[in-house]
């Protein structure tokens, strides 16, 4: 049996008193494209600097390829590249130098082949003369990326990499990233972009105050919250008492006069809904019906986990 | 933009993990050639200022000592100054190297670089000391090539010399790597260097034999390892020093190993590191 890209088992994280991860578990297999999901200070970040080793878990054991992060450290940061949330760089070194730097501490000593490979791809080739100081934070992120790539890992991990960047960048980003993927590299994304991770992911968990509240294949997440939003904008008379318990909120402020956001559970729900607003006298003077995203999903769930 | 992976090969990736153990020396090499590179970039600010700082320290000191005091018989004062402003040199420019170089990592945030590579705390500790300890010498070499034209200096034992210097900045290198990994901003790197590194190197003899203090002084003067490393060096040229020189060599050796110790174990720990 082959070991899972990343093995998390009851993993703890403390800061003090504050406990950033409760007892976390959750087994990432090889080739997955993984989203990692959960309001800011859900535990995310915590949960993927104990997988990177830049921190230490309290208690819980995590693997990457099958090598334990503390005692087998070497073969398992040699197995993950991480590209970190924070756009950091070297500013005494050009964008070739990050690289060559990058691949002698994995102990790759003539990498040029596979550097110039991934300056290519990533439209760095131009800036490879560069120092680092001078790029734009586009292209700071896309040497972040390459910095990932240069000792060619089986696992990538992406912190909130489209955080700030052009949708020009966004796109090329996934294109690669996918492209990856399709290769055989696993992906582990954390991103605020919900569209992104419903569009590129297989399997989501999602992180709430230090604990997993949901882990499952994107499309099955996505069924368990089947149904509709249904947006209408009514005249004529108020919104029938009977459809009072489908009303949703669609924001902190009070929506404007005569625009109704409700949920469906099912499209069959719509006839009633409909002939319900019609015996109440209530005229329909504008309708939109959207099925249910990822975003809905993820508000619904952390509001149901509260 | 346009980005087409189409050259990354898929047998490559789910490959298994090479087999590194013990030590990396191409992982070492790499991180102690990127320390060269960070101090060699600036060298202006690295290597020239320490050595013109070094040559003020000598004309003004040599000016108003040289005809006042004779510290060694037959030792002019410039000629006695100028291996202790050699060796302040080396120990300061040392400690300077791999404190500042860890503290900028930490504050921008680009010392996950090396954090997230299987790098080990022996070939951090490993690059990083022996970095230091070549702009040490740098600064040495240079502080010696701009003043040596001021005094006639004789060589006793140039074994002494080079193993005082390379002990010296070795020690020196490891407290700033261990006040780099302590330190959470510029300040209290600032404060370490101010209140430890510069007492203990003025007091160590750079400037005056310890031996004309009063007693009180002296005593304590022998409690700073400083003393040691400046006085063994000293005796490399002169072959005169206040304490034996093979006593000065324990001193400093043992100052190294202890030194050493503990910013393995803290690099080993992720003490500040990783958190």
Request: net charge neutral; with cysteine; aromatic share 10%.
């Amino acid at each position: 049996m082959t070991a899972p890209a990343i093995d998390v088992r009851s993993v703890v994280k403390r800061y003090g008193a504050f406990e950033a991860l409760r007892g976390v578990s959750l087994a990432i297999e090889q080739g997955e494209f993984f989203g990692l999901l959960g309001p800011n200070g859900a535990g995310k970040t915590s949960l993927i600097s104990i997988v990177a080793g830049l921190s230490r878990a309290t208690s819980g054991k995590v693997e990457v390829m099958g090598h334990d992060v503390v005692d087998d450290f070497r073969a398992a940061r040699h197995a993950l590249g991480v590209v970190p949330q924070e756009l950091v760089f070297d500013p005494f070194f050009t964008v070739r130098e990050t690289l060559e730097i990058s691949s002698g501490y994995y102990g790759i000593r003539r990498n040029d082949d596979w550097i110039d490979e991934i300056l290519e791809n990533l439209d760095l080739r131009s800036k490879a003369g560069e120092n680092m100081r001078a790029l734009s934070g586009g292209m700071k992120r896309r040497v972040l990326v390459a910095q990932a790539l240069v000792h060619r890992p089986p696992v990538i991990v992406l912190d909130e990499p489209t955080a700030g960047v052009d949708v020009e960048l966004r796109q090329g980003l996934w294109n690669f990233v996918r492209r990856l993927n399709r290769d055989g590299h696993t992906i582990v994304l954390t991103t605020h972009y919900l569209e992104e991770a419903e569009e590129l992911c297989g399997r989501i968990a999602m992180l709430k105050q230090g604990s997993i509240v949901a882990l499952d294949r994107t499309e099955s997440l996505l069924h368990r919250y089947a149904g509709a939003r249904l947006q209408l904008r009514l005249s004529g008379a108020p919104l029938p008492a009977a459809l009072a318990s489908l009303r949703i909120a669609e924001g902190p402020a009070p929506a404007p006069a005569g625009i109704e956001t409700l949920r469906i559970d099912r499209y069959a729900d719509l006839e009633s809904v409909l002939a319900t607003l019609r015996e109440a006298g209530c005229t329909i003077d504008e309708m939109d019906l959207q099925r249910t995203d990822l975003e809905e999903v993820f508000v619904r769930l952390m509001k149901e986990t509260r | 933009m346009e980005l087409d992976p189409s050259d990354v090969p898929g047998e490559r990736a789910g490959a298994a993990s090479p087999a590194v153990a013990g030590f990396s020396w191409q992982g070492f090499y790499t991180l102690f050639r990127k320390e060269l590179l960070r101090f060699y970039k600036v060298g202006f600010q690295t290597i020239a200022a320490p050595v013109l700082t070094s040559l003020l320290y000598l004309l003004i000191f040599s000016h108003v000592l040289e005809e006042r005091v004779e510290v060694y018989r037959d030792v002019r004062y410039t000629a006695f100054l100028l291996p202790g402003l050699v060796m302040m040199s080396v120990l300061q420019n040392s400690f300077a190297n791999s404190s500042s170089s860890l503290i900028q990592s930490k504050i921008t945030g680009n010392v996950v670089f090396v954090l997230l590579t299987p790098l080990s705390h022996r070939e951090m500790y490993a690059a990083a000391v022996l970095a230091a300890v070549l702009r040490g010498l740098m600064v040495g070499a240079g502080v010696f090539l701009v003043t040596a034209w001021f005094a006639r200096l004789s060589f006793h034992s140039p074994a002494w010399i080079l193993l005082f210097a390379v002990l010296g900045s070795a020690i020196l290198g490891t407290m700033g790597l261990i006040a780099g990994i302590w330190a959470e901003k510029f300040d209290q790197i600032a404060a370490f260097q101010n209140f430890i590194v510069m007492p203990a190197t003025f007091l160590s003899g750079v400037f005056y034999s310890v031996k004309s203090l009063p007693p009180f002084w002296q005593t304590l003067s022998h409690l700073n390892p400083f003393f040691y490393m400046v006085d063994g060096f000293r005796y490399g040229f002169f072959g005169v020093s206040d304490i034996a020189p093979g006593i000065s060599f324990v001193v400093v050796a043992a100052t190294l190993a202890v030194a050493s110790a503990v910013a393995l174990r803290l690099l080993a720990s992720g003490y500040r590191l990783r958190l």
